[in-house]
């Protein structure tokens, strides 16, 4: 009997083959053109002689693997990377000159890289981390870098405090560990010393910093820029992408066996997503502040330990960046490209923001060593679009042949290039007035440390609230100094007592001495919750597991999957081997993957037919069981339909609603339920699609078994 496939179209376009680099074909060569006929075997003295040093082939070809790293770099090495576009909504000539936001119809080129901190490159995906979120702007008056995180806010207040705090979470010095985690003495002795730090680790400690995917995460320019338009005024602003799909997390547990089951969780995902033609898309907003309004607030604009609560300053959206292009060479764009803070065009600009002028210096000493010289701006990943012409010569790695004149003024290369600045297009700095000594010393406007911090918190829903303190519990119960605990405690007192109760009861510290803070800290930004941050409402490429076994109900499967899949998920069938199984209509059905390959960590949501036989199977099947008992434990959607109710009272909920004889369809905290038989209802549909659009459901009681 011919297996018939479930429906799933995505499957073929995901499998889209790499292009070969040169598609006309032709000879092995050396790297000097030579053609090469054998490159299996080295030159030897006889068959089973010595190895000649005269193998030049040989030689070549072992040196430039011996050669083919480079340093990762020394934070952010884990990245994956995407092309696409950038469009305005409008002309923002109001406030800024920079020609890529003044017109609608001009797109202008983006390459992002998104990645993860602490991690060396072959580190997973899912750990506990902040998300690097860089822009490079391929506009027509040069490159402009957007260089973000996902988080808002930083760690540290001015950049000379980076290399300590970045030795303080990297792994120890004495035995490297741990990879890609913060859940270690060094860090939380460096954070109970440093009370800047609280409120970034607030976000650290959240869902924040476990993105179910790359396109689910918020972006943050984090530091104020300024805006200057084509009179010269200048206007605070700071940066915001907001995902399409809206800001989803894995949760703890999940995120940690995804480790294992999928290092490359996000990566997959990003990449699968762009060949699928699911184009992952964010919406840019800024906040502005006048100038005037610079001491108007109750912190200080500068310091990126803080945001602009957006219920003070909204965010207004400017335009779309959509992804649509995966790199063909993973080394040669997404590991060689270089970012910088201080790639800025005309109309954008610093502030005295001390973190950003301390990163206006490293990023180009950081490439300067990490790509081997000067020249890293020529390779085509870093290439502007827009001509570069200028006297800057030689260096490791030139592959531009200059000709002509290499100083300024001439008159021997007829003058060129010239300044440029005739027609207004040149950048100029922003005419700032600065008046003061020269000092080493932090301005007391930066010295809150716990306000927003506690506003963080206290902006946070319940399950929220539990998963940071559960987060904070983790990580300080892996910290082996008491002492280190105990001040960390301490300092969480000063943003919330009960939080800092909660965590001190879990890790076997004292309460903390003091007295609650002033419930004046007890503000809070609705905005900041992922609450309020649930995206279009849509399941577009949602992982939809159905578990199938033989004498599975193949009407129900099938109904649910074309719906399913017509709205943009991808479903995927499997059994407790690979193949097919046979359906209650007579034919055999293909299996997408066997469950000994999967988890559910790697899929947002389940169902489970019905099926005479089928069920069965699936109860005795201790991989199909773990299955759901962990999806349900991680409060993903379970749908089950007919005999696959079943499945569900085996685990025993305790006071879940589900479907019983008289009930059609029973939706109980993203568990929908129809014991009727037969095809699946739309009632049914609806229901569980809406549970997995709302992405996970928290107020799930137990199961027994
Ligand atoms: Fe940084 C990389 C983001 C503070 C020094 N940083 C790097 C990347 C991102 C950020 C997204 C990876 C870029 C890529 O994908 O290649 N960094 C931030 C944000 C910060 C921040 C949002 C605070 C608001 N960084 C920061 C400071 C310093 C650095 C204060 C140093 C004074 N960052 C670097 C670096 C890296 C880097 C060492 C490592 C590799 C690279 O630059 O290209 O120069």
């Known amino acids: 009997m011919d297996a018939t496939p479930f429906p799933n179209d995505r499957k073929q376009e995901q499998r889209e083959a790499f292009r070969a680099e040169d598609p006309a074909g032709g000879p092995l060569t050396t790297d000097q053109g030579v053609e090469v006929d054998h490159t299996d075997d080295s030159l030897a003295v006889g068959e089973r002689g010595p190895t000649l040093m005269e193998d030049f082939h040989f030689r070549e070809k072992i040196t430039r693997f011996d050669h083919e790293r480079i340093p990762e770099r020394v934070v952010h090495a884990r990245g994956a990377g995407a092309y696409g576009y950038f469009e305005p909504y409008e002309s923002c000539a109001e406030f800024t000159r920079a020609a890529f936001l003044q017109d609608p119809a001009v797109r202008t080129p983006v390459f992002v890289r998104f990645s993860t901190v602490q991690g060396p490159k072959g580190s997973a995906d899912t750990v506990r981390d902040v998300r690097g979120f860089a822009t490079k702007f391929y506009t027509s008056e040069g490159n402009y870098d957007l260089v973000g995180n996902n988080f808002p806010v930083f760690f540290i207040q001015d950049g000379i405090k980076f290399p300590d705090f970045v030795h303080a979470v990297k792994p120890e010095p004495h035995n490297d560990i741990p990879t890609g985690a913060s859940a270690h003495d060094s860090l939380w002795d460096f954070v109970s010393l440093q009370p800047e730090t609280l409120h970034a680790i607030m976000w650290l400690m959240s869902d924040r910093a476990i993105p179910r995917s790359y396109r689910m995460m918020q972006g943050f320019g984090v530091h104020t820029f300024r805006f200057v338009n084509a009179e010269g005024r200048g206007t605070f602003v700071k940066f915001h992408w907001k995902p399409r799909l809206g800001v989803h997390s894995l949760v703890w547990d999940e995120a940690q066996e995804c480790q294992g089951r999928d290092p490359d969780f996000n990566r997959r995902d990003l990449w699968n997503a762009i060949e699928a033609g699911e184009y992952p898309e964010w919406e840019l907003g800024v906040q502005l502040v006048p100038e005037e309004d610079e001491f108007a607030f109750d912190f200080d604009l500068l310091d990126a330990t803080k945001i602009i609560p957006e219920e003070q300053v909204p965010v207004r959206p400017i335009g779309r960046m959509v992804l649509n292009r995966n790199p063909e060479n993973f080394f040669a764009e997404t590991e060689q490209v270089a970012f910088h803070t201080a790639n800025v065009v005309p109309g954008i600009d610093f502030t005295n923001d001390p973190l950003l002028q301390a990163r206006n210096f490293s990023y180009l000493d950081t490439q300067l060593i990490r790509l081997g010289g000067p020249n890293f701006s020529e390779l085509p990943v870093n290439r502007p679009l827009a001509p570069v012409r200028n006297n800057q010569r030689d260096g490791y ?233 962990d999806a349900y434990r991680h409060g993903k959607p379970v749908g089950a339909l007919g005999s696959g109710v079943g499945v569900l009272s085996t685990l025993q909920p305790e006071g879940l609603r589900l479907s019983a004889e008289f009930h059609r369809v029973v939706a109980d905290q993203g568990v929908v339920t129809d014991t009727s038989p037969g095809t699946a209802s739309a009632e049914f549909v609806r229901e569980f699609m809406t549970a997995i659009a709302a992405h996970r459901h928290w107020d799930r009681p137990p199961v027994r078994c």
């Not at 992982?543 to 399913?564: C, F, H, K, N, P």
């Open 397 to 629: 790695h030139q592959s531009t042949v200059h000709r002509g004149t290499n100083y300024f003024p001439n008159s021997l290369g007829g003058g060129c290039p010239a300044h440029a600045g005739v027609d207004g297009k040149a950048f100029t700095h922003y005419t700032e007035r600065i008046d003061g000594a020269k000092i080493r010393r932090r301005s007391p406007s930066f010295q809150d440390h716990y306000s927003q911090a506690a506003l963080f918190f206290h902006s946070m829903t319940d399950w929220e609230k539990q998963h940071i303190v559960q987060a904070l519990r983790f990580e300080l119960g892996k910290v082996d100094a008491r002492a280190v605990r105990t001040r960390t405690v301490e300092e969480l007192a000063k943003v919330d007592g009960e939080l800092a109760r909660q965590v001190a009861r879990g890790i076997g510290v004292p309460d903390p001495s003091g007295t609650d803070p002033e419930p004046a800290y007890k503000l809070s930004s609705p905005a900041l919750s992922q609450e309020s941050l649930r995206g279009d409402g849509s399941i577009r490429t949602r992982q939809i597991a159905v578990l199938v076994a033989d004498g599975v109900d193949a009407e129900q499967v099938t109904s649910v999957r074309e719906v399913l899949a017509g709205e943009g998920a991808i479903v995927e069938a499997l059994a407790a081997t690979d193949g097919s199984v046979s359906g209650t209509d007579g034919k055999m059905h293909t299996v997408d993957r066997a469950l000994p390959t999967v988890a559910s960590v790697l899929y947002d949501a389940v169902l489970l037919p019905g099926g005479p036989t089928g069920t069965p199977s699936i109860i005795s099947d201790p991989d199909a069981m773990r299955f759901v008992r």
